[in-house]
């Protein structure tokens, strides 16, 4: 099982409300905002290389995607003993499907 609770802890995210959407993903209610939290499901370099992405794109004015979200420790991604999470601003909006 996902290790989702420990996740919300490296973000800081006490006292919110997770609701399980799929296997690797989560919607996180906080004071402060709604998230998605996921699992990569990839290796910390290829997360690295995900977030790097993500972040630069965001630094160049892409707005078509939804923001990063920092853990509480500052870093892009939190890695646990058998996954990577990240963290993103709740989009609401129709199910994306990206190629089979």
Same mark, same amino acid.
């Given at each position: ?7 919300? #802890? ?6 919110? #409300?997770?609701?399980?959407?799929? =296997? ?19 290796? #910390?370099?290829?997360?690295? @290389?995900?977030?790097?992405?993500? =972040?630069?794109? =965001?630094?160049? &004015?892409?707005?078509? @995607? ?7 420790? &500052?870093?892009? @991604? %939190? ?5 990577? %999470? @990240?963290?993103? #601003?709740?989009?609401?909006? =129709?199910?994306?499907?990206? &190629?089979?």
């Amino acid at each position: 099982m996902a290790n989702w609770a420990a996740a919300l #802890q490296a973000y800081g995210w006490s006292g919110c #409300q997770a609701m399980q959407i799929q =296997e690797n993903i989560w919607r996180v209610s906080t004071a402060k905002g709604t998230y998605a939290l996921k699992i990569s499901g990839k290796n #910390q370099t290829r997360t690295s @290389f995900i977030t790097a992405a993500l =972040e630069h794109l =965001e630094k160049q &004015g892409c707005q078509n @995607f939804a923001p990063l979200v920092m853990t509480a420790a &500052g870093t892009p @991604f %939190w890695p646990d003993s058998d996954n990577c %999470w @990240f963290a993103t #601003q709740w989009l609401s909006g =129709e199910k994306c499907l990206l &190629g089979k």
